[in-house]
């Protein structure tokens, strides 16, 4: 953000006007797996010499410490389930016991047969095995890259073993692809990034894999796979785990055209069993945990422990240079890695000008230009090697498109002068465009959450053709449904997304201002997985930052009492000067709004390039970690 963009948010502040309501919103409860949710187990590899700690493998667990995840398991009063019990439960048949658990083991590994398969005899526990066709009985010269080391075929299991296990009644198999666990090049920097959810990049001819292209290579090799497990095995799955939980609407379809309505991802950690039984949530174990570490991850509330989340501008890893691209990248990385929080706001369009909307995108899309294809390259690596949840940071109505003569007829028009610039939502055309950019987005990109934008309000001298805002926010719910609209466009293509939403402070400090922007705390917080409201004192001109946003908290409690949802962004910037807020400042704000009870929290902008604010400064504000502090 600059001097133009800080400007035009203080001058929707300035002409606030009155108007609006307040009303309650009682947050969501949390799932829990304990009381109404199916818990879903994933393991990979159980191995006797798994490492204490700092195992080579970080997927795999000892033999002594899954015992041990059985016996507690079986002492706190879980029952295994099988998947043929939730798929009847799911049709209306026989319920699923309370805390019901399922366990799931990835890739076909022989210790399945080895470990895990005696363990499960012996306590009589049914599971369900996922099983990568291509690598059963492989020859006998292939390796596998499985990370730490090659794999090969005696590391997998053998159409034998599997027939074993099948007809013992306690495992059921299901497909993981028949080869289709890789990853594939996404773009032309050469990046990676899985296989079922990638329309492949072509080097050679410099062009993307056609929407045609890519479903038939999706379907044939899901049908490879349930041929391979028919033929050789005598079954057909009924469930398909997808490598890398990365799937979609359409990679859903094909599998359950294939026999296959079960599907499973990795996002949470229980799912309410319904009659729709597409991407159920696993619990990934990792770090081979001592049964000590697993009961703390079932019991503690992920919710509680709070949103740390960076909001991070890509405009500043864009280089023309592309060497000066890749170290800005690696800047980025690194300190992501350092600091440590939950989740990435990664500016998913190019702002150069920052005045708020977008010039151009960071993805192939149908309606703007392309500045680089940049994005799904730093949300990938910022998810693998980073270790974040990253969210697209996307415009909503503010989205320049080249053709004057286009831009201006489909604008909104507005009597201000001042503010971002914003396509009329109203017209079915530009609906329409925006879908397509949002969907573009999700066809192109990997990411688990949308960011909507401060582009999104709306003046009550504006779009006469909507009615004024009143007490039942009718224009603020205007702009929430179209938001919506453009979530379940990306949702064909990236299910399960997360959303969060800039709102301005000043409609939640002064509700009779909420025509003026046609925002409000509480139909956003009905609306939305969290509200990134905008706690940024300087921005308002605030001579007491720490006392503005005292009140700020008091004032948001009339919404959200429980502060489950509003997420306070800081600022990091003093745009009126251009000067950097000092980093001891902002750990002790967020050390007084934690003591008010503030759970989430964010801040922007993160300047990686400059490391400001400092690295230990931030590790020590925004770390999700339970013991963040280093030496500086």
Known sequence: MDLKR?????????????????????????LDSADNGLLVLSYHDIRDDV????????????????AAHLDWLSAHGYHPVSLSQLITASQGGAPLPTKP?????????????????????????????AVITDYVDMPADRKIDYGYRPFTRDDFLTWEQLREMQRSGLVEL????????????????????????????????????????????????????????????GVSPKAIVWPYAAYNSLS????????????????????????????????????????????YELRRDV???????????????????????????????????????????????????????????????????????????????????????????????????????????????????????????TNPKVRHIIDDIYEDLAINSYFEGLLFHDDAYLRDT???????????????????????????????WRPK?????????????????????????DLFNKAYDHTALMAMPWMEGSRNPEKWLDRLVVAVRAHDPELSQTMFELQTVDWRTQTPISGQRLRAQIRRLQAQGVRHFAWYPDDFIAGKPSTYDARAAMSARTFPYEEK
């Open 51 to 66: 490492a204490v700690k700092g195992d080579p493998d970080a997927y795999s667990v000892s033999t002594q410490n899954f």
């Open 101 to 129: 658990v399922l366990l799931t083991f990835d890739d076909g590994l022989r210790s399945v047969y080895t470990k895990v398969f005696p363990l499960l005899r012996a306590y009589n526990y049914p599971a369900l095995v």
């Open 303 to 425: 919710e509680r422990d709070g949103m740390r989340a960076l909001q991070i501008d890509l405009d500043a890893v864009y280089d023309a240079n592309p060497a000066q691209q890749a170290k800005n990248l690696d800047a980025l990385i690194d300190r992501v890695k350092k600091i440590g929080p939950t989740h990435v706001f990664l500016q998913a369009f190019a702002d150069p000008d920052g005045n708020g909307s977008a010039d151009a995108l960071y993805f192939p899309n149908r309606h703007l230009p392309m500045r680089a294809d940049l994005f799904n390259r730093v949300a990938w690596q910022l998810k693998t090697r980073a270790g974040v949840k990253v969210y697209a940071w996307l415009p909503v109505l503010g989205y320049e498109l080249k053709d004057p003569a286009i831009r201006k007829a489909l604008a909104i028009e507005s009597p201000e002068k001042d503010g971002i610039f914003r396509l009329d939502f």
């Open 174 to 233: 299901a497909s993981h692809t028949d080869n289709q666990h890789h990853g594939v090049q996404s773009n032309p920097q050469g990046n990676s990034t899985p296989a079922v959810i990638t329309r492949t990049y072509d080097p050679v001819t410099k062009q993307y894999e056609t929407a045609a292209q890519y479903e038939a290579r999706l379907r044939a090799d899901l049908a490879l796979s349930v041929k391979r497990l028919q033929d050789n095995v």
């Open 252 to 295: 859903n379809r094909i599998a359950e055209e294939l026999g296959m309505p079960v599907s499973f991802d990795l996002e949470g950690r229980s799912t309410p069993v319904t009659r729709d039984l597409h991407g159920l949530a696993r619990l990934l174990v990792t770090g081979n945990p001592p049964v000590t570490q697993l009961a």
């Open 6 to 30: 800080f400007t035009s948010w203080l001058l929707l502040a300035l002409l606030a006007i009155c108007g609006g309501v307040q009303a309650q919103n009682a947050a969501p409860p949390v």
């Open 462 to 492: 504006e779009l006469a053709n909507l009615p004024q805002e009143g007490d039942d926010g009718a224009r603020t719910q205007a702009l929430i449904d179209f938001t919506l609209e453009l979530r379940n466009a990306a949702q064909r």
């Open 497 to 521: 997304l997360a959303t969060v939403r800039n709102l301005y402070a000043q409609p939640v400090l002064q509700p009779q201002s909420a025509s003026w922007f046609a925002q409000r705390l």
